[in-house]
Each structure stands twice: as structure tokens, then as C-alpha cells.
Antibody, heavy 121, light 110 residues
Framework: QVQLQESGPGLVKPSQTLSLTCTVSGGSISSGSYYWSWIRQPAGKGLEWIGRIYTSGSTNYNPSLKSRVTISVDTSKNQFSLKLSSVTAADTAVYYC?????????????WGQGTLVTVSS | QSALTQPASVSGSPGQSITISCTGTSSDVGGYNYVSWYQQHPGKAPKLMIYDVSKRPSGVSNRFSGSKSGNTASLTISGLQAEDEADYYCCSYAGSSTWVFGGGTKLTVL
């Protein structure tokens, strides 16, 4: 059973960089069959796809966040990470990591439990 | 890339059927058969209920079904149960290797 677990600071100051890591267990992030995504949800609001990475390091980002987002992968640790720069209060949200298949289907089938990041001074 | 449009809320009585709509454009919902639906209970992570418009993952009740017509996808829940009360989100491939979610629908079981 694949499990994903987000980790990182719960409080980030405005204008600084938000950094989170997702640790994958129960399966290899290098399997080549999946993309690994970050998705966020402000309190009381909907879900927003941030971006994804493939085991090769190839990335795709939400156009609205692209200038501030970097997603990276560390296959040796079975982890992938999110960096979001120049954060504001609008970036306060629960951040989820999730898995999706590479081809032939469109679904986020495994999710982490989510981690709340608050942007405040 | 705009969020898909869902009704803010729907409600139904136990045993009834309800349908939640998800409206996009020809660049997302209408252009691909990669629409999925997620159920989210308060404080929990979203759970995959329907994918590729109408496919059900193993373990999901057959009371949940999905369909699509043009730029609008729909999730139908039949035989409504108290445990179905939750928020529901649709999601679609939006081209150029990107994904877009709907704003979410709160389902109340009366």
C-alpha cells in the first residue's frame, strides 16, 4: 500500500520561501509509472493543482504559479519537494502531495494527509 | 486556466439520488476523457471516487457513477446515505500537462 507523507515548517514569513517534502513509502518513486504532484487547499476553498514531477526530474507547473514554484525529486530518499517563493497570506493553505499515473488514465489515486502552512509575520 | 464550475451545494434525503455538475470548456472537460471526482470529509484528504469520466476505483460503491456531455461532467450518487455527506470536487486534464479542479460542492444529506 503506497503512502505519502508531507513534512515541513507550518509557519512561513511573508516574502520568504515555503519548502515542503513528500516522503513516499510502500513503492518506489523511481518506478517510472507515476507522476508526483503538489495540490493545495486554502481554508474553506477548493483544490488547486500546483505542479508535478516525474522520476527523471521533468516538471510541469500551474501557469498561475509557475514563476514562483520549483518541484524537485530525490530518488535516493524516495522523496519529492516543493519550493514556493515570495509567499503572501494568499499562499496559506493545506498542502497535499499526490500520485497520478503517467499515461492512459487521469486520476490522483493516492494522497498524503496534508500539512497546513500559514504565511504570517 | 480557470477553475471548473460546480454548484456550491446540493442536498438530498436518504435513499434519493443527486447529481453534481462540473462545467468547463472545450480546453479541459470537453476536450479530454480525463475527468475525475473526489470526496472530501472535513479535515481529511480527498478520496478518488470516479476517474476517466465514469470508471470506479476498486472499493468504491457502485452507488457512485460519472458521465460527461460536451463541456459538462456529472457525478451521480444513488441511494444516498448519511456517510455520503461531504465535499465533492471534480478535476480535469487541461492540456499542456496541467490539471484543473472545480470549486467544490457541499453535499448535505437531509
Amino acid at each position: 500500500q503506497v503512502q505519502l507523507q508531507e513534512s515541513g515548517p507550518g509557519l512561513v514569513k511573508p516574502s520568504q520561501t515555503l519548502s515542503l517534502t513528500c516522503t513516499v513509502s510502500g513503492g518506489s518513486i523511481s518506478s517510472g509509472s507515476y507522476y508526483w504532484s503538489w495540490i493545495r487547499q486554502p481554508a474553506g476553498k477548493g483544490l488547486e493543482w500546483i505542479g508535478r514531477i516525474y522520476t527523471s526530474g521533468s516538471t510541469n507547473y500551474n501557469p498561475s504559479l509557475k514563476s514562483r514554484v520549483t518541484i524537485s525529486v530525490d530518488t535516493s530518499k524516495n522523496q519529492f519537494s516543493l519550493k514556493l517563493s515570495s509567499v503572501t497570506a494568499a499562499d496559506t493553505a493545506v498542502y497535499y502531495c499526490a500520485r497520478s499515473a503517467v499515461a492512459g488514465t487521469g486520476k490522483f489515486d493516492y494522497w498524503g494527509q496534508g500539512t497546513l502552512v500559514t504565511v504570517s509575520s | 486556466q480557470s477553475a471548473l464550475t460546480q454548484p456550491a451545494s446540493v442536498s438530498g434525503s436518504p435513499g434519493q439520488s443527486i447529481t453534481i455538475s462540473c462545467t468547463g470548456t472545450s480546453s479541459d472537460v470537453g476536450g479530454y476523457n480525463y475527468v475525475s471526482w473526489y470526496q472530501q470529509h472535513p479535515g481529511k484528504a480527498p478520496k478518488l471516487m470516479i476517474y476517466d469520466v465514469s470508471k470506479r476505483p476498486s472499493g468504491v460503491s457502485n452507488r457512485f457513477s460519472g458521465s460527461k456531455s460536451g463541456n459538462t461532467a456529472s457525478l451521480t450518487i444513488s441511494g444516498l446515505q448519511a456517510e455520503d455527506e461531504a465535499d465533492y470536487y471534480c478535476c480535469s486534464y487541461a492540456g499542456s500537462s496541467t490539471w484543473v479542479f472545480g470549486g467544490g460542492t457541499k453535499l448535505t444529506v437531509l
